[in-house]
């Protein structure tokens, strides 16, 4: 048998980064040992930062990982995994990624909006890998898991129902009261 055969793994992901036009770090999460410390992950996020920000590409191989992105407006979203992994199972996970941080933030994903919601950016980084292992790459599916509550909608942006079923429950609580 052929030594370059490798074994199938579910740990495909090493690591999801965001950073901005800068190229520093706005959101990352490393899954395995590559770089164990914060300043070989900032010195690898800031290689990956020059080598992508003004190629057209959609991805790279760098220090021995494959690492497929994208851009916008001023962001720069990263899936990694090994140098032997699927691209295209890498390309679904930063798509379930960055879909679902749009529909998060309304289609308009900038940085000033991703860190006014980072909570929900984490979260929906969590429902998509846990530990390297891909679990989630429906971007509707992982947003009603990260259960956004329309709480948190400005009232202006609720639709009728989510006003009137808001105005029962206060009423229904001051009654019990």
């Known amino acids: 048998m052929d030594s370059a055969v490798l074994e199938a793994s579910l740990y495909t992901v090493k690591a999801i980064a965001i950073l ?14 590559t770089y164990q410390t914060t300043k070989e992950q900032k ?13 057209n590409a959609e991805i790279i191989m760098l220090d021995g990982l494959t690492c497929v992105y ?13 140098s ?3 691209e295209l199972i890498l390309v679904s996970v930063l798509n ?22 980072l909570d929900g950016v984490v979260s ?4 998509i890998v846990d530990g390297g292992v891909i679990l989630e790459s429906d971007a509707s599916s992982i947003l009603q898991r990260v ?19 808001t ?3 206060q009423l229904k609580w001051s009654l019990l009261k």
């Not at 010195?43 to 190629?55: D, M, V, W």
């Not at 994208?70 to 090994?82: C, E, I, K």
């Open 147 to 165: 259960a956004i509550k329309s709480d948190d909608v400005p009232i202006t942006e609720q639709t009728v129902a989510q006003v009137l079923q």
């Open 124 to 127: 929906i980084l969590d429902e």
């Open 167 to 169: 105005a029962k429950d």
């Open 70 to 82: 994208r851009s916008n407006v001023d962001l720069f979203f990263y899936v990694m995994g090994s």
């Open 43 to 55: 010195e690898f996020e800031k290689n990956l930062f020059n080598k992508t920000h003004r190629a």
């Open 20 to 33: 901005d036009n800068d190229g520093e770090r706005v959101v990352a999460k490393y899954y395995d040992d």
């Open 96 to 117: 379930a990624f960055y879909d679902a941080i749009s529909q998060l933030l309304r289609k308009n994903v900038e940085k000033r909006g991703l860190m006014d919601n």
């Open 84 to 86: 032997n992994e699927n």
